[in-house]
């Protein structure tokens, strides 16, 4: 009698997908949060951006090769930033006083740690391209609730712009940096 060993096929790893849906759902709570008192409101946001954070560094992803030195990715995000804030005029402006640096520097790192490092990196295993686009489409989706439908073209050339960053430099820190410096810019001008 043979025995024969069946080659089972191996699943893709939901984990990351489960957890942008979540994530994005959560996300999309902010507005919601922004009508909460002071004090409430500041401790569900960095509730919310300490648990995106978190689960989007604890599913694993693929590591990615660099196409430009990190540095060189960050620069030209850091001067594209400064272009459309020069370009762009005032941020709208979000009620949430002396914690709004703090914040806006934790909400950058905790959505690019989801969309650069949890969606992208999900996405990148049906090429480049859609994992670019789609990440980007996600970042967007989600700031439309916050912003509205008029600051919806920023969003997603803001998402490509990070996605790009990402591709490029083969790693999330570098869109994060360039996130967290155009957030930095957006509190400081308003």
């Known amino acids: 009698m043979t025995v024969t060993a069946t080659r089972v096929a191996a699943r893709p790893d939901v984990r990351p997908a489960l957890l942008v849906v979540a994530a994005v759902g959560v996300l999309l709570s902010r507005e919601w949060i922004l009508g909460t008192p002071d004090a409430t409101r500041i401790v569900l946001l960095?509730?919310?951006?300490?648990?995106?954070?978190?689960?989007?560094?604890?599913?694993?992803?693929?590591?990615?090769?660099a196409r430009l030195h990190p540095a060189v990715a960050l620069g030209l995000g850091l001067?594209?930033?400064?272009?459309a804030a020069v370009a762009g005029g005032r941020p709208p402006a979000a009620p949430l006083g002396v914690t709004a640096l703090p914040l806006a520097l934790f909400?950058?790192?905790?959505e690019e740690a989801l969309f650069r490092r949890t969606a992208y990196g999900w996405l990148a295993r049906h090429g480049a391209a859609l994992a670019v686009v789609g990440s980007a489409l996600l970042f967007a989706a989600i700031h439309v609730p916050l912003y509205g439908a008029?600051?919806?073209?920023?969003?997603?050339?803001?998402?490509?712009?990070l996605s790009w960053q990402r591709w490029?430099?083969?790693?999330?820190t570098v869109p994060a940096a360039t996130h967290a410096a155009a957030n930095l810019l957006a509190v400081m001008m308003r």
């Open 46 to 65: 960095a509730g919310v951006y300490g648990a995106v954070l978190t689960a989007s560094l604890l599913v694993p992803t693929a590591l990615d090769r």
């Open 168 to 172: 490029a430099s083969g790693t999330w």
């Open 107 to 110: 909400a950058a790192v905790a």
């Open 79 to 83: 001067a594209a930033v400064g272009l």
């Open 150 to 161: 008029a600051a919806f073209p920023v969003d997603p050339g803001a998402g490509l712009l």
